[in-house]
Structure formats: structure tokens, C-alpha cells
């Protein structure tokens, strides 16, 4: 079990997110950001987990996680993304979109750009707008991409006061998180369980392409795309199911895991390490699933928390076709062969686990019991 | 009725002079609203301008407190835990992890001291400063109330090791002597300190017999003409008998040489060893369980149950908790001298030292702020078989009405309301009833809340609740004119009415724009179709105009067809319908066979004839709509159609 340090923080955490390393950095992450929701006075927050140097006064341990600046934020934090290392762009409730500026020499947080009604709603037959949530942004430098309940997406730029480009009506329902896949190209999920893939290039409001569950129409929450093998996507659904996709055939996902008892709410590749891939659910668990394929048979020696996955369906029949040796260990479907080792990593399950991050050896969650917990030995 | 436990407390309301002014009030399920009111009221009424306010006057506010808030959150999981370990768990096992979940508990609340103490150190204004301070004495005294309970409910310490626990206890909570021991050793002549013979006494107040040793022998060392006494005192100090864990002797070994001990105290204090030295000859005294000596020192004990508990200790070693209430009740007495009267945290510890838990925890209820404390204390005691007997004249059990007090509480505020859930689903009576009642009352301002409620009632299959919803959901997404979600969420509330009403929607757009809108949904409708007619319609309607479209005109004649045969159809749509068909009618081949042709007839006719179905003027507008414009034109293309089918047909069959 890793060593997870917790700390209540008394708010529900909506969202955590770790801080990008320069680039070639050797350093492990220690700064991360948090949003929070659901409360009378919501926060975007900064903590680290730094050595301060002097030893802490309140007996506090070594690792824990101190708040290092905080800044009001209207609305719930539907969604939450650095831009860059000082930026970071959230997506509120109330359809407004803002880009925060940290200023690391006096440990502030300012408002350096927003677009307040991003998302909205325009009501029958009257020209009055009301505000739709913003339910979820994505950056790539210079470019910010966002979802929300009123089924619009945005495609702003972090230099231009207007929205770059607008898709109206791109979905009947509501759009709940959005991904790049390759640049021009994002991916959106929606709650009637279609994965939808956007290329900026192309007019109108249709999608270049649908994939669908079939039969149930399961909301799906979550959306993350493999680091390194750009057509295999993993999103997360209403049933806790992870269903992982080969956005370049078929229309249905290669494999749907059974998981979570309740809405998976995220699900992340490791970055660099992507055999690796972690979810959270509002059951309370927060997952973590290996299937590297040198893993030794360990499931005798951890008896609680590890299961072994089961395929509940695995199609495409193309799929021999392809070369072996090209498939990522996700895209395999032979369940004899590849098992994923899943291990539970929070020791008691509370109220939901809303968002986690992965980075390095690091990992931080937050809870609707106002927990952050943070571990910096992943894989020890 | 029950006489008051005591006065009710009173809360002001700011603008309202209520004795001229008359109020009326409305109570909420953890809040109360009041405002001023002129009603029945004749005279001079509309002379005076009133409060223009409504207040909402909170009972609970320590839910408020963003301190508290970890105190709640944290021990909401030990609170999950212990009613999941339960019944397997039997006799020694299950004593352990119960006396565990309560040092859980303690440890919870003092984090919590610790912060709020940080928070008043770090205060910036004098009046907040003193709030946090006070919220410590609070804490403070909830855990000092509680480790008491744990001691004589929980842990169920027997003769003997029941002082030793009494002892930690008492240490636990007059803890200043520790910076004070610091403090002297610190110093460069300890002996000479101003402050040593007060360290000393406590120390040995507090049973710390090694360490009082230790600076005895300081004081040996610096001042030889008290040296031998010194040696003597800590001599005694070393021999006096204690029950170690782990030791086996019996009781009554233990007090046979306890007694010895006491008696060779004595003597050395009848032999005048100590005589030219107060401070020793005190010590002594203290030691033999003098009670005027002891008294003496009331500036160092600090309280009256530190004074028991030493008294017990040089006095009553091996006191049984039976007789504990007797050398409380005279304890107390003797402490306050008749000087001043007990506070409530007194009468808290004296019924506890009573073993009256119902009379704990009545005390508690009033005397505290909250009901944090006696909601989780009252549980625990339950899960010790301790509250069996005990049943409330008005809801059901004392455990389950604290913990609904406690979890309408939460509910009440804006955020802890997921707490509250777990705190009713153990409330075995009222709880189901409660968390209905407070789920439907939590604002949805988005989805992911909403669907964060949805799961908890979908759980405990909450069907009314479910329904409720979705409908909210469902007019709020028509509102904003966000039909596809609307439907979604009909389908997932399984309300076929309001299906309907969408699905109406839809086609009204349709008739209106020429084309659909939420293709997406429509297309991918599956199962769910079947929810009501009309939304299967609209399924139906859409795969006809796909087929059309795909140009398999052959499947889309059959499917028009039977959407007006068989009734699906709302009756008003069926000139569309008619009107979709001419199309197809015209096409170079013949599509409709004769016997289509005049089931289409027979339909047209139907319609034509005007059979009134959905009120006299609707049937007649639509006969209007119809003559004028469509109706000619229908009847040749279908005589015309049916003309050639019949030449198609007979040449067929013909050949």
C-alpha cells in the first residue's frame, strides 16, 4: 500500500491538478492546484508539499501538504487545467471560464483573463440568455477548449477576447468532459454515451465522427487519450465501467472493464508510464490499474484490494489483422493472456473521490469529504 | 409535559423590538424563519415602518465553523466504520475495537483543539480571538467528558487498573506541568527555581512518582543538610506499590503491601523525619492522602475530579467503580467548600462518575453548542449494549432522535449535506422518512450535483424521489430549450408523460423547420423508445425519413404505412404522414401495392370524413387545412398509384 497522506481541508474538492515540471526537469512534482465546489464561498487553491526549511511549528510531518495561496472563484470549479506553470484555467458553474495568474513572488493568485458567459442557455422564444455550467477545458498553448451543459463547445485563445470559434448545438445533451487528440482534432463525451470526435478544421456543427455504447446510452463522464498511442482512448461511465476505445475503427469501444459501483469520474494514463492507469468513482475508491505485462502473479500476496479484471465484451474482429506487436497492452483482448492488476489505493472508502492527477511517482485525489490525499511513491 | 431542564436561551433579532412589535415564525428542518407581522393586529399597525427583513435563525451553528467542519468530516468516516464492524466482532475482540473507534474519536477532537488553538493564537482581531478560544474550552471539555465515559462505559476498567486509567486521565487534561517541567530543568540551578517545590507537588498530585524523585535528588545534590530526607522521601516514593500491566499479583496482595507502605509513611511522619523540612513534610502528607494537606494545594489541582483521583490514589488505591460516585459526590463537596456551585461540566462528571450515561448525556445536550457530541457519543454507547433499555416517549430510540438532530443539522447546510446521508441510513425507524424528506429539499444547480443526489436516492431505491428529479431536470432542460437532454431525461426517469410532451415538442419543431433537431439522441433512442406512443412515433417518423433518404423507399412505404394503421400515429400528424407519402407515390416505380394503396385511401378518408377525435374545432381546422390544400392532390396521386399497381400486379402475375 503506498504511503498517502491525507489533510481535510473543509471544502469539497471538485478538482486537483499537479503543477507541469519544466521541461527536462528531473525534479518529482510538489505543487499543485485545487478547485473546489458545492460550497457557499468556492477556491482555487495552491499547495506544495516543499521542504520549508524550518521545522513545522503545529508538529505537522514531513510531506504534508501546506496551502500556499488561495483566490474566491464564482461558482463550483466544474473543471481545472494549468496552462502553462503560472496559468491556470478553470471552468465554472456558472458558465464562466477564467484564466488565474500565480505570481510565485508573493505567493498570490489574480484573475488574468475571462470569458464570463461562455455557456448559457437561451431560453424558448425570448432573446434572454441564462447561464449553462461549463462542465469541462482542456489546453494546449495557446489554445483552450470547452463543454458544457448547454452542449456548446468553445474554442477560445488565451491572447484573443472573443472565442475563437464557437460549435452551436454541437450535442443534444450535455457534453461532460472534452480531450485533444491530435491538435485540430478533440474529443468529447456526453451523457447519453457517445464519443465524439471534433475537427476544427472542417464548418457546421457535425461531428467528424460518432462512437457510441451501444444498447444503454450510459452517461459517460471522462475521457482520457493514451500518451503515446493517440487512437486509444479510455473513458469512464455513469455504471463505473471503463470502456477503452480505437478511435481509428470501429464505432464501439474495444473493451468495456467492469469497475467502479457508481459514476467513474476520471480516468488518467500515466504520462510517461501509460501500462498504468488510474480512475476514481463516487464510490469512494480510487483504482489503480497495471497491465504491464511483466507483471509477476502478486494477486496471492495482496488479497485485499487486487482483482482481476474481467472482459465483459472485446469484438472488433479486424483485430488480428493488425501486428502484434503494435497493439497497446490496452487493445489487446485476449483475456487469458493479459491480466490487469487492479489495486484499490485508498484504505477506507468514503464519499466520493472527485478528481485525481498523476505525475512522476506523484499522485493527489480530492473527496467530497474534504480530504486531499497525496502519495509521492507510486510505483515503490 | 415534562417540566424544562432549564431556562431556554434567548436569541434577539436584530431590528425587531419584540415588545412592541408583534413576530411570526416558520420552522425549517435544521432552521427557523421569522419576520415581523401585522397580522390581527388593528390597531397603529400601519403607523410605525416594521423590520422589512426575513431572518433565518440557525439552531446549530457550530455546523458553520470551517474547523469544525474537519471534526465532522473525519469522524463522519470512524462513524461509517463503526457501524460496519459490528456483529461478528464478540467479547474481548469486539471491547478493543470499540475502545479503538472511541480514542478515534478523542484523537479527532484534539486535531481539532489543536487547530482552533493555532486559529486563536494567529487571531487578528481581540473578539474573534476570543471565539476560538472559547471554542477550545468547548473542545476541550467534550474530551475530557468523553475520555471520562470511555473509562467507566467502554473500557470497563475493574478495581485496580480503574486508577490507573483515572490517572492517564486526570494527566491527559492538566497538562501545564509539562512546560513547567521544561521550563525548571531548563534552568541553570533547577533546585533554585522559583516555580521547583510547585513542580514537585504536582508531580506527585499527578502520581508521577519517578520523575518527583528525580528532582529530589537535584535538590540532594545542591543542599547536603536535606540530602537524608531527601533520600528517604524518594526511598518511599520508589516502594509504593503500583499495579503494573503486566504484573499478575492479585488485588489483595496488592493492597496487603499497600498498606504496609502506608503505615511506614506514617511512621516516618509521626517520627518527625521531615520536620525541619514544610516542603518534604507536605509531600509526605499528600502521600498518606491527607485531605487537609491536600486541599491545600487546591491552586495546583486545579479542579475537584484531579483532587479525587489523587485522593483515590494515596487514599483508596484499589476503589471499585461502584464506589466511585461516593468519593466523587464528597470530593466535589470538599473542593468547593460551599464557596461556590458546581458548573455544568461538573454535573456532567458526577453523573458520569455516577454511571448515569442517560443523565451524561441530558446534561451534554444542554450544555453543549452542538450535537456532534452527544449524537456520536450516544451511538457509541448503543454499540457497547449500554442504551437498550432506555426508550424516548416521542420518535423512536435516544441514539436514532440524536442522530437525526444531528444529521437534519447537517443537512442544513449548504455542503455537509452528503454527511447527513450515512447519519440517516443508520437510523433504522426515521431515518428513511428524514433523508426523503431533506434530499428533496437540496438545490441542484448542476448536473453533476444532481447526479451526485441521484445515485444516493437510486441506492436506496428512493423511486419517488428518482422521479421527482428528473422531472426538475427535465422542465429545467425544456426551459432552456435543450429538448435532447429534456427527453434523456425523461427516459431515465421513465416518464412517459412528459416523454410524451417532449417527443410533441419535437415534432411541432420538425413541422415548423422541415428538419430534426438532436439527431444524435433520436437516432440512438434503442429500447427506450418504447417508453410512450408518442416518442416511439418519433423514433419511427425518423427511421421512415432515414430510409427515405438511404432511398429504400420500399421499407419506408411499409413503415409510413404502419405508423398510421396501427395508431401510433396522433391522429393530427397524419396529413403529414399523407403528405410524406406523395413523394413516393410519384416515383417512376410503383411502390405502394394495391393493397396499401387502400389501406392509404381508407386513412385519407378517415381523415377527410372528419371524424371528430380531439374536439369539434381541432377536427375542423385540420378538414380545412386539408380540403384546401391536399386533398385533391392526394386522391389523384393515390388513384393514379393505385392504377398502376393494379397493371404491375396483374402483369406479374400474368406472366
Given amino acids: ?380 | 409535559m415534562e417540566e424544562l431542564d432549564g431556562e431556554p436561551t434567548v436569541t434577539l433579532i436584530p431590528g425587531v423590538n419584540s415588545k412592541k412589535k408583534q413576530m411570526c415564525f416558520d420552522w425549517g428542518p435544521g432552521e427557523m424563519l421569522v419576520c415581523e407581522t401585522t397580522f390581527n393586529k388593528k390597531e397603529n399597525s400601519e403607523t410605525v415602518p416594521g423590520c422589512p427583513f426575513i431572518y433565518i435563525i440557525r439552531k446549530d451553528i457550530d455546523v458553520y465553523s470551517q474547523i469544525l467542519r474537519k471534526l465532522f468530516n473525519e469522524s463522519h468516516g470512524i462513524f461509517v466504520g463503526l457501524q460496519r464492524i459490528e456483529e461478528e466482532l464478540t467479547g474481548k475482540s469486539r471491547k478493543a475495537q470499540l475502545v479503538r473507534v472511541s480514542k478515534n474519536y478523542r484523537s479527532v477532537i484534539r486535531a481539532c483543539m489543536e487547530e482552533m488553538h493555532q486559529a486563536a493564537v494567529a487571531a487578528k482581531d481581540p473578539a474573534s480571538g476570543r471565539q476560538f478560544s472559547s471554542q477550545v474550552s468547548i473542545l476541550s471539555a467534550m474530551e475530557l467528558i468523553w475520555n471520562l465515559c470511555e473509562i467507566l462505559f467502554i473500557e470497563v476498567a475493574p478495581a485496580g487498573p480503574l486508577l490507573l486509567h483515572l490517572l492517564d486521565w486526570v494527566r491527559l487534561h492538566v497538562c501545564e506541568v509539562d512546560s513547567l517541567l521544561a521550563d525548571v530543568l531548563g534552568s541553570e540551578n533547577p533546585s533554585k527555581h522559583e516555580s521547583f517545590w510547585n513542580l514537585v507537588t504536582i508531580l506527585v498530585l499527578q502520581g508521577r512518582l519517578d520523575e518527583a524523585r528525580q528532582m529530589l535528588s537535584k535538590e540532594a545534590d545542591v543542599s547536603p543538610s536535606s540530602a537524608g530526607m531527601c533520600r528517604v522521601l524518594g526511598d518511599l516514593m520508589r516502594t509504593m506499590p503500583v499495579l503494573s500491566p503486566g504484573n499478575t499479583q492479585t488485588l489483595t496482595e496488592l493492597e496487603l503491601k499497600w498498606q504496609h507502605w502506608h503505615e511506614e509513611c506514617e511512621r516516618h511522619l509521626q517520627d518527625g523525619t521531615f520536620a525541619s523540612s514544610p516542603h518534604l513534610e507536605c509531600l509526605c502528607k499528600i502521600m498518606l492522602g491527607d485531605e487537609a494537606a491536600l486541599l491545600e494545594q487546591k491552586e495546583l489541582l486545579n479542579n475537584w475530579y484531579h483532587f479525587l483521583v489523587t485522593r483515590l490514589l494515596y487514599s483508596h488505591p484499589t476503589v471499585k467503580p461502584i464506589d466511585l460516585h461516593f468519593y466523587a459526590q464528597s470530593s466535589l463537596d470538599l473542593f468547593l467548600g460551599g464557596e461556590s456551585s458546581p458548573e455544568p461540566l461538573d454535573n456532567i462528571l458526577m453523573a458520569a462518575f455516577e454511571f448515569d450515561i442517560h443523565q451524561v448525556i441530558k446534561e451534554c445536550s444542554i450544555a453543549l453548542s452542538n450535537w456532534w457530541f452527544v449524537a456520536h457519543l450516544t451511538d457509541l454507547l448503543d454499540h457497547c449494549k449500554l442504551l437498550q433499555s432506555h426508550n424516548l416517549y416521542f420518535g423512536s430510540n435516544m441514539r436514532e432522535f440524536l442522530l437525526l438532530e444531528y444529521a437534519s443539522g447537517l443537512f442544513a447546510h449548504h455542503s455537509l449535506w452528503q454527511l447527513g446521508v450515512d447519519y440517516f441510513d443508520y437510523c433504522p425507524e426515521l431515518g428513511r422518512v428524514s433523508l426523503e424528506l431533506h434530499i428533496e429539499r437540496i438545490p441542484l444547480s448542476t448536473e453533476q450535483k444532481a447526479l451526485k443526489v441521484l445515485r444516493i436516492c437510486e441506492q436506496r431505491q428512493m423511486t419517488e424521489q428518482v422521479r421527482s428529479i428528473c422531472k426538475i431536470l427535465a422542465m429545467k432542460a425544456v426551459r432552456n430549450n435543450r429538448l435532447g437532454s429534456a427527453l434523456s431525461w425523461s427516459i431515465r426517469a421513465k416518464d412517459a408523460a412528459f416523454a410524451t410532451l417532449v417527443s410533441d415538442r419535437f415534432l411541432r419543431d420538425y413541422c415548423e423547420r422541415g428538419c430534426f433537431s438532436d439527431l444524435d439522441l433520436i437516432d440512438n433512442l434503442g429500447p427506450a423508445m418504447m417508453l410512450s406512443d408518442r416518442l416511439t412515433f418519433l423514433g419511427k417518423y425518423r427511421e421512415f425519413h432515414r430510409f427515405y433518404g438511404e432511398k429504400r423507399f420500399f421499407d419506408a412505404a411499409s413503415l409510413l404505412l404502419s405508423l398510421m394503421t396501427s395508431q401510433i400515429a396522433p391522429r393530427c400528424f397524419w396529413v403529414t404522414l399523407l403528405t410524406d407519402a406523395l413523394p413516393l407515390l410519384e416515383q417512376k416505380q410503383v411502390i405502394f401495392t394495391t393493397e396499401q394503396t387502400y389501406e392509404l385511401m381508407r386513412c385519407l378518408e378517415d381523415l377527410a370524413s372528419g371524424r371528430p377525435v380531439q374536439g369539434e374545432a381541432s377536427a375542423q381546422r385540420l378538414q380545412e387545412d386539408l380540403e384546401n390544400t391536399k386533398l385533391e392532390i392526394l386522391r389523384l396521386a393515390l388513384a393514379r398509384n393505385l392504377a398502376r399497381a393494379i397493371i404491375k400486379e396483374g402483369s406479374l402475375e400474368g406472366s
Avoid at chain 1, 91 to 98: K, P
Wanted: net charge negative.
Fill in chain 1, 1 to 380: 500500500m503506498e504511503d498517502f497522506c491525507a489533510k481535510f481541508v473543509s471544502q469539497k474538492i471538485s478538482k486537483t491538478r499537479w503543477r507541469p515540471l519544466p521541461p527536462g526537469s528531473l525534479q518529482t512534482a510538489e505543487t499543485f492546484a485545487t478547485g473546489s465546489w458545492d460550497n457557499e464561498e468556492n477556491y482555487v487553491s495552491l499547495w506544495s508539499i516543499g521542504d520549508f526549511g524550518n521545522v513545522d511549528s503545529d508538529g505537522g510531518f514531513e510531506g504534508e501538504h501546506q496551502l500556499l495561496c488561495d483566490i474566491k472563484h464564482h461558482g463550483d470549479v466544474m473543471d481545472l487545467q494549468f496552462f502553462d506553470q503560472e496559468r491556470i484555467v478553470t471552468a465554472s458553474s456558472t458558465g464562466c471560464v477564467t484564466v488565474f495568474l500565480h505570481h510565485p513572488n508573493n505567493q498570490t493568485l489574480s484573475v488574468s483573463q475571462q470569458w464570463t458567459t461562455a455557456h448559457y442557455h437561451t431560453g424558448p422564444g425570448s432573446p434572454s440568455r441564462s447561464n449553462a455550467p461549463c462542465t469541462g477545458v482542456v489546453c494546449d498553448n495557446p489554445e483552450i477548449v470547452t463543454v458544457g451543459e448547454d452542449g456548446r463547445i468553445n474554442l477560445f485563445r488565451a491572447d484573443h477576447k472573443e472565442a475563437v470559434r464557437t460549435i452551436d448545438n454541437a450535442d443534444s445533451s450535455t457534453l461532460h468532459a472534452v480531450t485533444f487528440l491530435r491538435t485540430p482534432e478533440i474529443l468529447t463525451v456526453n451523457s447519453i454515451g457517445q464519443l465524439k470526435i471534433w475537427d476544427f478544421r472542417k464548418q457546421g456543427n457535425e461531428p467528424s465522427q460518432i462512437l457510441s455504447l451501444t444498447g444503454d446510452r450510459v452517461p459517460l463522464h471522462c475521457v482520457d487519450r493514451h500518451p503515446n498511442q493517440q487512437h486509444v482512448v479510455a473513458t469512464g461511465g455513469q455504471d463505473g465501467m471503463l470502456s477503452i476505445w480505437d478511435v481509428r475503427q470501429g464505432t464501439m469501444p474495444v473493451s468495456l472493464l467492469k469497475a467502479h459501483e457508481a459514476e467513474m469520474w476520471e480516468v488518467h494514463f500515466h504520462p510517461s508510464n501509460p501500462d498504468h492507469l488510474f480512475t476514481c468513482s463516487e464510490d469512494g475508491s480510487l483504482w489503480h490499474w497495471d497491465a504491464s505485462t511483466d507483471v509477476p502473479e502478486k494477486s496471492s500476496l495482496f488479497n485485499q484490494g487486487v482483482r482481476s479484471s474481467t472482459f465483459l465484451s472485446h469484438s472488433i474482429s479486424n483485430q488480428a489483422n493488425v501486428h502484434q506487436s503494435l497493439i497497446s497492452s490496452w487493445l489487446s483482448t485476449d483475456p487469458a493472456k493479459d491480466r490487469i492488476e487492479i489495486t484499490s489505493l485508498l484504505p477506507s472508502r468514503t464519499l466520493s473521490v472527485n478528481s485525481l492527477d498523476v505525475l512522476g511517482p506523484c499522485l493527489v485525489c480530492g473527496t467530497d469529504a474534504e480530504a486531499i490525499y497525496v502519495t509521492r511513491q507510486l510505483f515503490s
